[in-house]
């Protein structure tokens, strides 16, 4: 079965420190990826997508992720963050154009 | 910007009893789908659907809950005799296409007694 894994369950950071959230998959094929966010309060918000092309996609806020083929990884990164960076981040992976699978999130919380 | 929207923003019911939760898709998406997030657990794929049918659904989804487009704008869930292990939050999202990003709506948290 398809599977998300996040390795980091709750970071925490201070601000301007530098990000990197893991996230592997364990299917062999063609697949979509995504990372989203879900702020305190608000609902599961898209931060940034791979379909395919260059590896190193950029998303919303200064976030980026590196689609790894070899590792089946995916991670995200960020040079430095701020508090309002304080959220719940989300791998998703979707295989079969439909169905996505989530991992199980981190949780980040940035002091100030 | 469009988007998602999901009512009721939190329901409770009695074990046994039926509810339907609904949501109206971003207006030229043609794709629905429902996930739910158990309390402290990742967020689980329940059924897409296009055109009227289910087009995929996973093990969680059986013949207790069901899906229908009942006009051109709502998409809803239902659960007809709800368990105390339906409790969670669920989301609606839609898309433009297979395979394109899926965009989620805020949740209804739904809790069962």
């Known amino acids: 079965a398809q599977s998300v894994s996040q390795h980091n369950h709750h970071v925490i950071l201070s601000e301007a420190a530098s990000l990197e959230l893991g996230c592997n998959y364990s299917?062999?094929?063609?697949?979509?990826l995504f990372w989203y966010v879900q702020y305190p309060g608000q609902h599961l918000q898209l931060l940034l997508k791979y379909f395919s092309g260059d590896p190193l996609v950029k998303g919303i806020k200064g976030f980026e992720a590196e689609f790894i083929k070899s590792k089946f990884s995916f991670n995200l990164r960020k040079p430095s963050v701020q508090w309002s960076d304080t959220a719940e981040y989300y791998c998703a992976v979707m295989r079969g154009y439909q169905k996505v699978t989530f991992g199980t999130g981190t949780k980040l919380q940035v002091i100030p | 910007e469009p988007e998602v929207t999901q009512t009721p923003s939190h329901q409770v019911t009695q074990m046994g009893q039926e509810v339907i939760l609904r949501c109206v898709p971003i207006?030229?998406?043609?794709?629905f789908y429902w996930y739910r997030q158990i309390l402290g657990q990742k967020v689980e794929f329940l059924v897409s659907?296009?055109?009227?049918?289910?087009?995929?659904k996973s093990e969680i989804f059986d013949d207790q809950f069901s899906v229908e487009r009942p006009d051109g704008s709502n998409f809803t869930l239902k659960i007809r005799s709800t368990k105390l292990e339906d409790s969670a939050m669920y989301f609606c999202?839609?898309?433009?296409?297979?395979?394109?990003?899926?965009?989620f709506g805020p949740g209804t948290r739904l809790l069962v007694l």
């Open positions: 207006s030229n998406h043609l794709y």
């Open positions: 299917y062999g094929g063609t697949v979509n």
């Open positions: 999202a839609s898309s433009d296409g297979v395979g394109e990003t899926q965009y």
């Open positions: 659907f296009y055109n009227n049918e289910i087009s995929e």
